[in-house]
């Protein structure tokens, strides 16, 4: 069986901006977006707020060998949408200088936590 299963991330209002972080600090490649002005000319009777024609209503990103999806929707459109602190992205490579520059470039950003300090792991190697 070939599954491809993707992390979707509900942005509430800052799928654009979250988007244009993605690109500038993960190397993020768009593969593909659509904002709210852009599905009302494809389907008129797609309605939303004034003021909100960049939201974004789906993307996907390519980040490395991995995909993610963004959009603004709430995902349980039965409970109100709610920031909290229960996702994050792992970010991982084969090659320690990768993740040394992305680790260190986040590090920076205001918004950016960091939960796992970057320690670089020596392999031990087995002796006859």
């Known amino acids: 069986m070939n599954v491809e299963v993707v992390p979707f991330l509900s942005m509430n ?10 690109e500038k600090h993960l190397g993020a490649m768009v ?3 659509k904002n709210y002005k852009e599905m009302k000319e494809m389907d008129p009777q797609f309605s939303y707020k004034e003021g909100q024609d960049d939201y974004i209503t789906h993307s996907v990103l390519e980040i490395g060998s ?27 490579s084969k090659e320690y200088e990768v993740i040394e520059a992305i680790y260190h470039n986040l590090k920076e950003q205001e918004h950016v936590i960091v939960l796992s300090r970057l320690e670089k792991i020596l392999s031990a190697q087995a002796t006859p």
């Open 13 to 22: 209002g800052q799928a654009a901006e979250a988007i244009a972080f993605y």
């Open 31 to 33: 593969l593909f977006k």
């Open 66 to 92: 991995n995909k993610i999806m963004i959009a603004e929707e709430e995902i349980d459109t039965t409970r109100p949408w709610q920031l909290g602190n229960s996702s994050s992205l792992c970010i991982q």
